[in-house]
């Protein structure tokens, strides 16, 4: 996108939203679980399923069927962010998530000091779910 002495930052984060970026969190977490459950091994026991309770809250979820820890990442819009979940037994994570637009006139997702890309967030925040040892207790 090209800035210049006349962007216009306000129009552009006024259509920077915490429920457009849940849009395309939500749609991009689809696309991670049909990726990786294809490059699962043949005979897996287990396979990553997408979750979705109302309109504003989905999850990612391991689906095992052995008894293991649960494991799942909650995605959950708010008024004007989103907080996101990792659970793993033990562990568990937050992070909350604002709208942003960068330097470069580009919405983004703001987490405390950083900024991503909805893809970044996202393996941010599923990568251990979709490539740890489900097993792991």
Do not use: H
Request: with cysteine; charged share 25%; hydrophobic share 40%.
């Amino acid at each position: 996108m090209t800035t210049g002495p006349e962007f216009d930052w306000v129009r552009v984060r006024a259509n920077c939203t915490a429920s457009q970026i849940f849009a395309s969190l939500k749609m991009g977490a689809q696309r991670d679980v049909e990726a990786r459950n294809t490059t699962l091994p043949q005979g897996t026991n287990y396979k990553y399923v997408v979750q979705t309770s109302g309109e504003d809250m989905f999850g990612v979820v391991l689906n095992v069927q052995a008894p293991a820890s649960p494991r799942m990442v909650f995605f959950k819009l708010t008024d004007d962010a989103i907080v996101v979940n990792r659970g793993d037994g033990d562990t568990n994570l937050e992070w909350t998530v604002v709208p942003t637009i960068n330097n470069e006139g580009q919405c983004r997702l703001k987490v405390k000091t950083s900024e991503y890309e909805c893809w970044q967030f996202r393996k941010l925040v599923l990568e251990d779910l979709l490539f740890a040892n489900p097993w792991k207790r």
